[in-house]
């Protein structure tokens, strides 16, 4: 009879220590798993940073281009003002010139609504550029952290587990 009581508490204990193998192990897989979803999102923010740098570049490039072009902008404006001054001293016979100055003054405020649009559409880029980049890597940056605590918590548990597992053994 104690024979066969030993054989049972052998099989039971046999029994035990499976379930806390097969416990480990999925554990294992998970904090694996978790550790490569954390190796994506360092890929994905190391991708979205280098998205950004670009952007930036491009915003700067955008930006000189912007100023460059206010600059030519001022100087036809001081340009159509030097001519518009120059031909109020003649007399009223050069009509052709008057009609050039007009012309003039009608395609630089066409040129001036032109690059005054465009230099809204670079300011809202800039604008809309930046916060998305800083809004994305953010969000990425908590991620990672998330995962990170995730699966120091799952190994504390893992550890926990196995030194259960080794004292029962013992016992």
């Given amino acids: 009879m104690f024979l066969f009581n030993f054989a049972c508490f052998k099989c039971v204990q046999t029994v035990d220590s499976l379930a806390r193998w097969e416990e480990s192990k999925n554990w294992k897989k998970k904090v694996e798993k978790l550790e490569s979803r954390i190796r994506e999102l360092e890929q994905e923010a190391d991708k979205t940073k280098r998205t950004l740098q670009s952007r930036v570049i491009s915003i700067t490039r955008l930006e000189k281009e912007k100023m460059v072009l206010e600059a030519k902008l001022n100087n036809r404006m001081q340009h159509l003002r030097g001519t518009s001054t120059s031909t109020a001293g003649l007399s009223d016979s050069s009509s052709l010139s008057q009609q050039s100055s007009q012309h003039m003054q009608i395609i630089a405020q066409g040129e001036i609504a032109r690059l005054s649009i465009k230099i809204q559409d670079l300011e809202e880029l800039v604008e809309k550029t930046e916060f998305e980049g ?20 799952q190994e504390r548990q893992l550890t926990a587990y196995q030194i259960a597992q080794k004292v029962d053994c013992q016992q």
């Fill in 134 to 153: 800083r809004e994305e890597a953010e969000k990425l940056k908590m991620e990672v952290k998330l995962l990170k605590e995730r699966i120091a918590t």
